[in-house]
Nanobody, 125 residues
């Protein structure tokens, strides 16, 4: 029922910026906790960022703090990930996820109910 579609990935030079979008449909987006995760082949899935239903609480993985910003636009049923000061180690497939559970945003991927197909981000040095 719920579908998440990521977009905005691509190739960017180190130090540059990129903005990812995740469009949601088929559910009550405004009440969901939304998260971003990333994965590089050969490495485990890594938590990037999350935002609660009211956008009053956000948090970030240690590796992206101070560089990435998560936000959401209820009118557009979309969550964003603004990525600044990108580094080659940010290269990964980025996935959007939705959690129906009310409460604090979670960094645990197993607490999320719906996932997008991913969008690739490549940062060149």
């Amino acid at each position: 029922q719920v579908q998440l579609v990521e977009s905005g990935g691509g190739l960017v030079q180190a130090g540059g910026s990129l903005r990812l979008s995740c469009a949601a449909s088929g559910g009550t987006f405004s009440s969901y906790t939304m998260g971003w995760f990333r994965r590089t082949p050969g490495k485990e899935r890594e938590f990037v960022s999350a935002i609660n239903w009211s956008a009053s609480r956000t948090f970030y993985g240690d590796s992206v703090k101070g560089r990435f910003t998560i936000s959401r636009d209820t009118a557009k049923n979309t969550v964003y990930l603004q990525m600044n000061s990108l580094k080659p180690e940010d290269t990964a497939d980025y996935y959007c996820a939705a959690d129906r559970t009310y409460g604090l945003p979670s960094s645990n991927p197993y607490e999320y109910d719906y996932w997008g197909q991913g969008t690739q981000v490549t940062v060149s040095s």
